[in-house]
């Protein structure tokens, strides 16, 4: 079965500092990986998705993650963090070859502090 | 501009009253989802529906019921059966292939 982990329940980190939110999976066959990022009341936001290609994925707001085969990791990196970043970002794979459906890790609150 | 609707963003049930969340999208995706969200946890899925007229379970489905007339429409009912509704309630939708876009969410909570 796929499975996504999220280890750290909550980052902390310096404005300014580069700051790296933690995912590994579980998935049989190719992964499809996506980051979304959520702000208080308010829905999930694409950041960004790694299907096939090159292991670094760039997304929005200047967020990027590195896919990495090996250790079966996805880890989502910004090299300069802002207050604004503070939120809840989930990791998810998709469930299977033949389906849309994703499964979502349990999140990560990201704090930056000033 | 294009993207998710869902209404209303607060709701409150009675005792043995069913609800109906609606979750209306205008970018043509095939596929709609709800998921459930309670603190702490991350999202659950209810019900999945990738095509017009058919739907299935998801983790969590015993106590919600759903439709899928329309493409554009999605409503989920929380049912009496559902005994801990309380929760946020985010409906997604997605073309084939791509990444899910979401709603603003509907939170539900008991009198």
């Known amino acids: 079965a796929q499975s996504v982990a999220q280890p750290e329940d909550q980052v902390n980190v310096a404005e300014g500092n580069p700051l790296t939110v933690k995912c590994t999976y579980s998935v049989s066959g190719n992964p499809y990986l996506f980051w979304y990022v959520q702000y208080p009341n308010r829905g999930l936001q694409f950041l960004l998705k790694?299907?096939?290609?090159?292991?670094l994925v760039k997304g929005s707001y200047g967020f990027e993650a590195e896919f990495n085969k090996s250790q079966t990791s996805f880890h989502l990196k910004k090299p300069s963090a802002l207050v604004s970043d503070s939120a809840l970002y989930f990791c998810?794979?998709?469930?299977?070859?033949?389906?849309?459906?994703?499964?979502f890790g349990t999140g990560t609150r990201l704090q930056v502090f000033p | 501009d294009g993207g998710i609707t869902q209404s209303p963003k607060y709701l409150f049930r009675k005792e043995g009253q069913n609800v109906t969340l609606s979750c209306e999208q205008n970018l043509n995706h095939d596929a709609m989802y709800w998921y459930r969200q309670d603190p702490g946890q991350g999202l659950r899925l209810i019900y999945y529906s990738q095509i017009v007229n058919d739907f299935q379970k998801g983790d969590i489905a015993e106590g919600y019921s759903v439709s899928r007339e329309k493409k554009e429409s999605f409503p989920l009912t929380v049912t009496s059966a559902q005994k801990n509704p309380t929760a946020f309630y985010l409906c997604?939708?997605?073309?084939?292939?791509?990444?899910?876009?979401f709603g603003d969410g509907t939170r539900l909570s008991i009198l």
């Open positions: 997604a939708s997605s073309p084939r292939t791509g990444a899910q876009h």
């Open positions: 998810a794979v998709r469930d299977g070859r033949n389906t849309d459906k994703l499964i």
């Open positions: 790694y299907i096939t290609g090159d292991n």
